[in-house]
């Protein structure tokens, strides 16, 4: 049976010793994907930020992380174990990472730290420079070499139904990835779409979402050791 590696939350990136950048993910559609594939019978590692979604379960092995860096490690570490047949990579990791702390917007006055202090509390303005982080799921088939099944996530924000769709798979095939889910923020709550499932993509209700995603992740794996047989 294929064993999952699923990672659920946010990362984060440091601004100072006391702040950071980070978002609203929560992980519970990660967490909710693990228990699905446990309930099965299936092995999972839940890599997730949320503490509060640690599962007790035996067939479930859950791992904190916090931090762009942490997730970046932990799936280097994880991976590269060679024992994962699916990756399903939920969590809403960071963009961009902090590069400076500037007094004006032309970035020519920088703020005196060394980055291990909290700033004043006292500037009238302060302007951050962010530079682009590597993408994690763009690792995967590359630098880690990773031969199983690999799912992403994509959200994006005001579209519609068909631009998404399209956009979702441009960046499903960039990330050699077999499944991508495709939601919008102002209906995350209540559906996503799941693709290509027989060559399309199929819109399902946010509690479905598991059961669909599992399905279909199974389907892959058989096929897989259907051809190993022969």
Not at 20 to 33: D, E, F, P
Not at 113 to 126: C, D, R
Not at 172 to 188: G, I, K, T
Not at 207 to 222: C, R, S, T
């Amino acid at each position: 049976m294929p064993r999952f590696l699923i990672t659920a939350g946010a990362t984060s990136v440091a601004i100072d010793s006391a702040r950071k950048i980070t978002n609203l993910a929560k992980g519970k559609t990660g967490q909710s994907i693990g228990v699905e594939a446990a309930m099965r019978g299936h092995q999972v590692c839940l890599l997730t930020s949320n503490p509060h979604l640690a599962i007790t379960q035996k067939n479930i092995e859950t791992i904190l992380f916090d931090s762009f860096d942490d997730l970046l490690s932990l799936l280097e570490k994880e991976t590269c174990k060679n024992i994962y047949d699916a990756i399903i990579m939920t969590a809403a990791v960071s963009d961009y990472s902090c590069h400076g702390i500037f007094h004006t917007p032309d970035f020519n006055t920088p703020v005196a730290t060394s980055g291990n202090e909290k700033l004043s509390g006292g500037y009238q303005e302060l302007w951050l420079r962010l530079k682009p982080l590597p993408k994690l799921i763009d690792q995967f088939r590359t630098i880690w070499n990773f031969k199983g099944t690999l799912v992403k996530f994509k959200l994006e924000s005001n579209i519609d139904e068909q631009k998404l769709l399209h956009l979702a798979e441009l960046s499903r095939q960039h990330s050699n990835a077999d499944l991508m889910v495709a939601n919008r923020v102002e209906d995350a709550a209540i559906k996503a779409w799941i693709g290509p499932i027989n060559s399309s993509y199929q819109c399902v209700t946010r509690d479905n979402l598991p059961v669909i995603l599992i399905d279909a992740i199974e389907k892959i794996w058989e096929a897989k050791q259907w051809q190993k047989s022969y």
